[in-house]
């Protein structure tokens, strides 16, 4: 079972209390954009076995968004930080470096 | 005009704590810039009780405020008096950003009061009801069984609940059946 830090209210919980909301940092590819652009936004996930960042919802608290940086084998969590980001912050990839020499997902490493 | 009732109209339920919906209560949600002056003045004026910090609740019989997230508070008054406190709300926030809505009629309040309540809570939410990290004034919205639910302590002998009034009936048979006598567990003894 995860337990999660929620970075809006502070509330440290058990995963029922939260909702996954699928993978973050994705950009999204919207009217104008080619046909594999669209595909790709839509369709190419990482899915990885091993560090992964996702996107979460605090629905049985504060009801706010927030990023996850996880490990989906062991289901070790790096952290949590608040949805207004654009990129995991330094202090969770150095830690996940720490752990997983090396990583890489989508362009963070 | 209709009378207004409340979900179960005060049902009780003698287990080994005491169970009683507590009938009509005014509830507001208040939604802005917390930090603002003019949300926390709005929100103290019409209680008179100080303003909560995070996961805070503070009250005076039954008018209080509660932090339910960064930008919502809950301001709980008599129920004959919300219209009264919401059009005072609107008065003191005229032409700031803000968002104030009588939820009275869409929730229901429960109390439970009794030695055991840290473990009636402790059976239906995963909330760690320890009495050095659940303390009085802290306020935890969380879920309870299958249901949201916001809690706190008013008292070491007591919790109050507060849920969707279309699920009180759930929440109450929820409440009935975790202070069941004979199913004490203990743990907080």
Same mark, same amino acid.
């Given at each position: ?109 | ?13 003698? =287990? ?9 209560? @005014?509830?507001?949600?208040?939604? @802005? ?6 949300? *926390?003045?709005?929100?103290? =004026? ?10 805070? #609740?503070?009250?005076? *019989? ?19 008096? #919300? =219209? &009264? *406190? ?16 009588? #939820? ?9 009061? @009794? ?16 009495? &050095? ?35 009180? &009936? ?5 409440? *009935?059946?975790?202070?069941?006598? =004979? ?7």
């Amino acid at each position: 079972m995860l337990i999660l830090t929620c970075p809006s209210c502070g509330v440290t919980g058990e995963e029922t209390e939260f909702h996954a909301g699928g993978e973050a940092h994705i950009k999204r590819f919207g009217p104008g954009s080619d046909d594999d652009q669209f595909h790709s936004y839509l369709f190419a996930k990482e899915n990885p076995k091993g560090v992964h960042f996702e996107r979460w919802r605090h629905n049985n608290g504060c009801g706010k968004w927030f990023h996850a940086a996880r490990d989906t084998m062991t289901l070790e969590v790096f952290g949590t930080y608040p949805a207004q980001t654009l990129e995991p912050p330094k202090q969770i990839r150095d830690k996940i470096t720490a752990k997983h020499p090396g990583w890489k997902w989508r362009e963070f490493s | 005009m209709s009378d207004a009732v409340s979900a179960l109209n005060g049902a009780t339920y003698n =287990g080994f704590v005491t169970v009683t919906e507590l009938g009509l209560r @005014g509830m507001i949600t208040l939604r @802005g810039d917390l930090s603002s002056a003019g949300v *926390k003045n709005a929100a103290i =004026g019409v209680t008179g009780v100080d303003m909560p910090g995070q996961r805070q #609740v503070h009250t005076v *019989k039954e008018s209080g405020l509660a932090w339910m997230s960064p930008d919502e508070l809950l301001v709980m008054t008599p129920y004959a008096e #919300v =219209g &009264d *406190k919401l059009a005072q709300i609107d008065k003191l926030l005229k032409g700031k950003h803000y968002l104030a809505v009588n #939820v009275s009629d869409a929730r229901a309040m429960f109390r439970i009061e @009794g030695a055991g309540v840290r473990e009636v809570m402790a059976k239906l939410c995963p909330v760690d009801m320890a009495p &050095d990290a659940f303390t009085p004034g802290v306020f935890r919205r969380t879920r309870m069984a299958q249901i949201p639910a916001a809690i706190w302590m008013p008292s070491d002998d007591a919790v109050q609940i507060i849920c969707f009034r279309s699920v009180a &009936d759930y929440a109450f048979g929820l409440l *009935k059946d975790a202070a069941e006598p =004979g199913s004490e567990v203990g743990l907080f003894a």
